[in-house]
């Protein structure tokens, strides 16, 4: 051993030794030793890469002079004095120069405390985390990026954050002064205004030229953030204003009042309340109406009032599943009023589009009957912009109320009970033991079909559901993933009826949300000490898997249990639809599905993956039944405050 350990060391000196002389060759001449070098077949080989200029050297190998030190404060103390105004826990970021001056602050000044700053391995890991935070918390983030390339990165996910109606503060660095940037990357870094990148998809923006302004803005920017409908603010943080001293001038914070979301005008609400209470059919429809806990208890308030089936269209937790007036879309054809609340898209509410139609294009068709009422609350109408088209096909409706739902259902309520005639009131009872007796059919008729090819190889995705929920159903769990891929297993056959119990979607459909929004999710629920599950397509896990060391750096407990298909199924699907279409044959590649759909060989191992950024990890698993066991110990890991990954290969859905 002693032996070992000598010649251990005399190999690294001499190791040293030989990479110091080599260095310095390099730095020197290095132009001109390549062309000296005996001409061996391995030295005879011209290099690849130009040698670096003087300038390049330096930088990467000079010492940076001594800065003149001070013991006043610069005005990124301030700032943080500010941020800390607003409460807000964490700062999931991936560090720059450009904020280095509040990075320092944050940390020295602010003791690395509310925010705590989560290092984050990319800037769209960073903003999905707030997104997926936000979800569980409803208090949002803010995130610290590289003002142009990681603003850059950061873009999707801010995009994301925009069609789901998250707030996300996001504060970009930038170096405004162009006489005083220091040369070279910071100045490539640099740009008149960084946040036209991501102002077509953010509520609000704003370049603060002075502290007291960084503090208007700020609490604008959290303000705006906070009004239903949410939606992500960026700030362009100058370098200059971070490091400028604070030479005795007054500063102040001012203080943040929460805005009052705007409620559905009180004809309109009458009107409403009017056509579902004299309906023989009412629908509810609703995405996103649930902001709070108590938006779930008003819904359940106004569907009983009316005995009305809902049907959840899922961007929120927003009706108990378990509910017997919670149904599937198929009873909007029946419907003779419908109310739409926080829709995304009130058109394919009412429409349908089917793929394939005679011309190449879809076919249209109306889901529901002629003469069907449709009345619509939405805040969305009060902050649209023009370029993405997030607000999807025009939809026109009888009675339009630009509000927040959640904010009108009192009122709705109200109005809804004193406009109910006597003689209904029968009527409305038989609605509800007919919807009563159709979902407990529904119900079976979900088990039946679960129960298809349950011993398959690849595991199918309602026995990968059910396997997981044996684990977790006496817990106080948390699905903190998305289960659509999964033929929405969980959300069919799960008793979902907490607000947390599922999260919704990405909202813009940019795929590499989910892994990161699950962690951020995970990360809100670790105070409560829930159980975060995690089912997360291999795809969508591809796109920044570094979040996992984060999660693990950070102590993040969740489970994820990866739906391996070993591809990109919604774009096998997509090609195999084509083809057909054209009496082509769509499998052309070594693999299951058409050329460029497919993840497989090499087979990613996920749980190795998962392994080298310190999570715990098994699997692949092919055999259902080896499910079990491997579950249970994940789960045991989980409880125990680590991060877990199952690789499963799955069916496609
Ligand atoms: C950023 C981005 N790139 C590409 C797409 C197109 N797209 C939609 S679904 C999908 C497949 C995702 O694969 P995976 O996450 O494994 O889910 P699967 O369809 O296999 O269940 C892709 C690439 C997208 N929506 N977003
Ligand atoms: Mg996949």
Not at 29 to 44: N, R, V
Not at 57 to 66: Q, S, Y
Not at 237 to 263: C, F, H, K
Not at 497 to 519: C, D, F, I, R, T
Request: charged share 20%; with cysteine.
């Amino acid at each position: 051993m002693v032996e070992k350990e000598t010649r251990m060391k005399v190999d690294r000196r001499k190791f040293l030794t030989g990479v110091a002389v080599a260095g310095a060759a390099t730095a020197a001449t290095a132009a001109s030793s390549a062309k000296a070098a005996p001409s061996s077949p391995a030295t005879s080989r011209l290099p690849s890469a130009l040698p670096p200029s003087a300038m390049t050297v330096a930088a990467e190998t000079g010492t940076p002079k001594e800065l003149t030190r001070t013991n006043r404060p610069d005005g990124s103390d301030f700032m943080v004095d500010v941020i800390k105004a607003l409460d807000i826990e964490y700062l999931p970021s991936n560090p720059a120069s450009s904020f280095r001056g509040l990075h320092e602050s944050l940390i020295n000044y602010g003791g690395n405390k509310k925010p705590e700053f989560l290092t984050c391995t990319h800037e769209e890991s960073a903003v999905a985390m707030s997104h997926g935070y936000f979800k569980v918390a409803g208090k949002p983030l803010m995130t610290l990026c590289h003002g142009t390339v990681g603003l850059q990165h950061a873009s999707m996910a801010i995009y994301n954050a925009w069609c789901d109606r998250v707030p996300v503060i996001v504060v970009g660095g930038n170096d405004l002064d162009a006489a005083k940037r220091p040369p070279g990357v910071p100045t490539y870094h640099s740009a008149q205004d960084i946040n036209a990148l991501v102002r077509d998809f953010t509520k609000w923006d704003d370049t603060p030229v002075s502290l007291q302004h960084f503090a208007q803005s700020f609490v604008r920017a959290y303000k705006i953030a906070m009004t239903p409908p949410y939606g992500p603010v960026a700030i362009s943080l100058d370098a200059g204003l971070q490091q400028e001293p604070i030479n005795g001038e007054t500063l102040s914070i001012p203080r943040y009042v929460p805005t009052s979301p705007p409620q559905g005008d009180t004809n309109a609400v009458r009107e409403a309340a009017r056509l579902l209470a004299n309906a023989e059919r009412p629908v509810i429809v609703v995405d996103r109406v649930a902001r709070t806990p108590n938006g779930i208890r008003l819904l359940v308030e106004l569907a009983e009032s009316l005995q009305a089936a809902v049907i959840d269209q899922g961007g929120r937790m927003n009706f108990p599943r378990t509910h017997h007036l919670a149904r599937a879309p198929g009873v909007i054809g029946q419907a003779d009023v419908i109310i739409g609340m926080e829709l995304s898209d009130f058109w394919n509410t009412v429409n349908a589009w089917i793929d394939n139609g005679e011309h190449g294009v879809g076919i249209q068709e109306s889901r529901i009957k002629d003469g069907t009422k449709l009345i619509s609350i939405s805040s969305v109408e009060l902050n649209t912009k023009s370029n993405y088209q997030d607000f999807q096909r025009f939809q026109p409706v009888d009675v339009s109320m630009a509000a927040d739902a959640e904010a009108t259902l009192p009122a709705l309520i109200e109005a809804v009970k004193a406009a109910i005639p006597n003689d209904r009131k029968a009527a409305i009872e038989r609605r509800g033991e007919a919807s009563r007796k159709a979902k407990a059919e529904a119900r079976e008729r979900n088990m039946a079909a679960a129960a298809v090819a349950w011993d398959a190889s690849p595991i199918s995705t309602a026995r990968l559901t059910m396997e997981v929920w044996a684990h977790i159903k006496d817990l106080d769990w948390s699905m903190i993933g998305s289960d659509r891929q999964m033929s929405s297993w969980a959300t069919r056959l799960w008793p979902m009826e907490k607000h947390y119990h599922h999260l919704g979607q990405s909202g813009g459909y940019g795929v590499g949300y989910n892994l990161p929004a699950a962690v951020g999710a995970a990360l809100a629920n670790r105070p409560h000490g829930r159980f975060s599950v995690n089912f997360q397509p291999d795809g969508d896990f591809m796109y920044a898997p570094g979040v996992l060391w984060t999660a693990a750096h950070h102590q993040i407990p969740m489970l994820t249990v990866m739906h391996n298909n070993r591809g990109y199924h919604q774009e096998v699907m997509h090609v195999q639809r084509l083809s057909n279409r054209r009496n082509r044959l769509a499998s052309l590649g070594k693999t299951m599905g058409p050329i460029g759909t497919s993840l497989e060989g090499p087979d990613i191992d996920y749980a190795k993956l998962a392994a080298s950024m310190g999570w715990w990890s098994a699997g692949p698993i092919k055999d259902p039944s080896e499910l079990a066991g491997t579950l249970k110990r994940a789960v045991d890991v989980v409880k125990s405050g680590q991060p877990a990954l199952v690789d499963v290969w799955t069916q496609p859905r």
